[in-house]
């Protein structure tokens, strides 16, 4: 792509040559000759059923310019000396969402398939437009934008992201803000997981304990250290006109707002309001708000009084949140607590259930049954399948994509949200990096770079075309143990959300890293002129040492941790090891060019990554010239050796002399200070 807008810049005589910074790429992108200069008297010309759409568009413009565009509807023949036209053309050869955009030095056209299509045309508009609050916007100068013929069309109808408000509470200001940076990549599906062990946030009227006691928590873990407790309370909801008002908000964007309410587990804030919902007759039963993250035993009772409460749940649910799927949540329910009641091993026995998870898959299927008299479809993580998975329910894969293949088996729907590729609460760069800005900066763990959100196919898991159209989409997923605040999730959110966007929105054949990277460059300057906290994109580690040298070694590496990283020039980067070291276990570096001089080398090992430090206790420096003798430099003290290498070394090891139960870590092998 990038080279078509290089040849398309030299061929208008733009002087840029910078790709169009639009992300999501759109499906079919042609530069065109000359520019539309967008000025001060652009107006927009309206198809009065895209109304709202334009109200928004106008409200984004005024905006950047600081003045509201004059507007027409189509009908009314007013001359307009510059115009940005908005129509809807359902005879378009496109799929819902569907637009063509185009930019010629008269006139800007966008078509849409639909609303939805109309809308996301004038995001990309505005995606090639300065950012707000941008210098450009100062002196009222027309802007130029290239010409160019946009046709583009959504990969998936399920775009979406997932916001934890159960372990932290966002005002409502922010969840709007998080929709409307939602709606400029694109993005369609707000999935928000609104109950929690660690707090309930949803207002339901027939049941207010779920507010007044399930919302409130006595402690939170700090950042830096999540087996501890700030002894602070901590809590909040949503009432219903605040959902009401989230949800038309949304609406509006073309944001459908898809609630989640966990059960039968992650339930225990909706437990200690209603101790009778759970598994009361169970020894030592005494259900609070929980306080630390993690999962934990209070799970709901498969009573009949627990599904009239759900029903009235998800009834008044059903009455706020118009989307066709409901989120029964269905993840991480431990079944020790129904091992331990009677009256849950009774109704096993009457119910012919062979064993807890098929009693789960009971319970999701009563819960299914409800769903369907109110016309919505049920939605749950990938542990709804356990003890058989219902034939209409859609399956979120979280764990294993194993879990999609089993569903799209079965002919269910899948969306993918898989932790390998979309759990956003994952270190964007090395956990130590991160940790080193400071203990806000903390992470569940794990390491999901953006490059490696970008690779993502979420078809892959599919055998033929049929399956493939079981695949719904894929989602982002905020969890939010450590997002205390807004400033923090969009930390989390981007950019990553803008290759995720991608992901979901561009054809698999277009899509390339590098060019992303570029155009996310262009993006940036909209995320800074929105005053978004985002991270900044660092290199994602390579997997290869700075100068082609090869590292081996007997140990193997931990989780997200590459053997090179010892010697590739990074000090965020280590070399970790995954286990207990044993004598004579070693990293050698075969250097790619012996050295030309006596050189000196350091090696420091441990680090904060690990709880323990990761120093080498007992070990030794070596140096060969051959590859068969080694001299030693050094014995390791306090985890460091230096020493001087002879003209001549080809390879360089770190020897262990003795057992040690702690891990190894290794930053950097340095030659000469380097
Ligand atoms: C999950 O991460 N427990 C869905």
């Known amino acids: 792509m990038k080279s078509l807008f290089v040849s398309a810049a030299a061929l208008t005589g733009l002087v840029s040559a910078d790709p169009l910074p639009l992300i999501p790429l759109p499906a079919s992108v042609k530069p065109m000759e000359g520019a539309f200069e967008f000025s001060p008297v652009t107006a927009i010309r309206f198809d009065r059923t895209v109304t709202k759409e334009m109200e928004l568009f106008a409200a984004d413009l005024k905006a950047r310019t600081g003045a509201a565009p004059k507007t027409a509807a189509e009908e009314l023949r007013i001359m307009l000396q510059s115009e940005i036209r908005l129509d809807v053309d359902a005879s378009l050869d496109l799929p819902a969402g569907g637009y063509t955009l185009d930019i010629s030095p008269k006139t800007v056209v966008v078509k849409g398939k639909d609303a939805a299509g109309v809308f996301y045309g004038t995001r990309t508009i ?54 409307d940076w939602m709606a400029f990549h694109k993005l ?30 006595d402690s939170s873990p700090p950042y830096g250290n999540r087996n501890s407790d700030d002894g602070v309370r ?115 026995k009457r119910e012919g259930l062979k064993n807890e998870e098929e009693l789960q898959s009971w319970f999701v299927r ?7 008299s109110k016309g919505r479809r049920l939605i749950g993580w990938d542990e709804i399948q356990e003890g ?11 764990r294993d994509a194993k879990w999609a293949k089993h569903a799209l088996s079965l002919g269910n729907d899948v969306v993918m949200a898989t932790t390998s590729h979309t759990y956003f609460d994952y270190y964007q760069a090395p956990g130590a990096s991160e940790m080193a800005k400071g203990k806000e900066f903390e992470c569940i763990g794990g390491m999901l770079p953006i490059e490696k959100v970008y690779s993502y196919n979420p078809t892959f898991v599919a055998e033929n075309a049929a399956q493939e159209k079981q695949i719904l989409g894929t989602q982002a997923q905020l969890w939010t143990e450590y997002g205390k605040d ?52 660092v290199p994602a580690p390579k997997k290869e040492t700075k100068d082609g040298s090869v590292i081996q070694s007997s140990l193997d590496l931990y989780e997200g941790h590459f053997i090179e990283s010892a010697f590739d020039g990074r000090q965020d980067t280590f070399f970790w090891a995954n286990r207990a070291l044993k004598k004579d276990d070693d990293v050698t570096l075969k250097l790619k060019s012996p050295l030309a001089a006596a050189t000196a080398v350091e090696v420091v090992t441990g680090g904060p990554a690990s ?34 290498a002879a003209a ?14 702690n891990w190894l870590i290794i930053h950097e092998i340095l030659l000469g200070g380097k």
């Open 126 to 179: 505005l995606q090639l437009l300065p950012a707000l609050g941008s210098e450009a916007w100062k002196d009222g100068a027309p802007e130029r934008l290239q010409a160019v013929e946009i046709k583009d069309q959504p990969r998936f109808a399920w775009r979406g992201m997932m916001l934890d408000v159960g372990r932290h509470f966002y005002p409502v200001e922010d969840i709007k803000r998080l929709i």
């Open 188 to 217: 369609n599906n707000f999935h928000w997981h609104l109950t929690e062990d660690q707090g309930w946030r949803i207002e339901i009227k027939k049941y207010p304990k779920l507010t007044s006691v399930g919302a409130w928590r």
């Open 234 to 348: 901590y809590g909040g909801f949503y009432t219903q006109e605040q959902i009401k008002d989230v949800v038309a908000y949304a609406t509006a964007r073309h944001i459908t707002i898809i609630p989640e309410i966990e059960m039968p587990g992650h339930a225990a804030a909706a437990i200690a309001a209603y101790p009778e919902l759970g598994n009361s007759d169970i020894p030592g039963y005494a259900p609070k708000v929980m306080t630390r993250w993690g999962v934990h035993p209070y799970i709901f009772a498969p009573k009949e009084e627990t599904f009239r409460f759900l029903q009235d749940v998800l009834g008044e649910v059903c009455e706020l949140f118009p989307s066709k799927f409901i989120h029964i949540g269905g993840d991480e329910a431990p079944k020790t607590q129904w091992k331990q009641s009677k009256y849950a091993q009774d109704l096993m």
């Open 366 to 372: 009563q819960i299914g049954k409800y769903l369907e």
């Open 388 to 398: 058989g998975l219902p034939k209409t329910a859609t399956m979120m894969v979280w």
């Open 486 to 537: 807004m400033k923090k999730v969009e930390y989390m959110a981007f950019p990553r959300i803008a290759a995720l966007a991608e992901v979901a929105w561009t054809p698999v054949a277009l899509k390339n890293y590098d060019d992303f990277s570029s155009r996310l460059t262009g993006l940036i300057k909209h995320y800074d002129g929105g005053k978004l906290n985002y991270a900044k994109p």
């Open 611 to 644: 709880r323990n430090g990761d120093k080498l206790e007992s070990g030794v420096l070596e140096a060969s010239t051959d590859g068969s003798t080694w001299t030693k430099l050094a014995d390791f003290k306090d985890g460091k050796a230096s020493g001087t």
């Open 648 to 661: 001549g070394t080809k390879q360089l090891r770190v020897r262990v002399t003795a057992p040690q139960e």
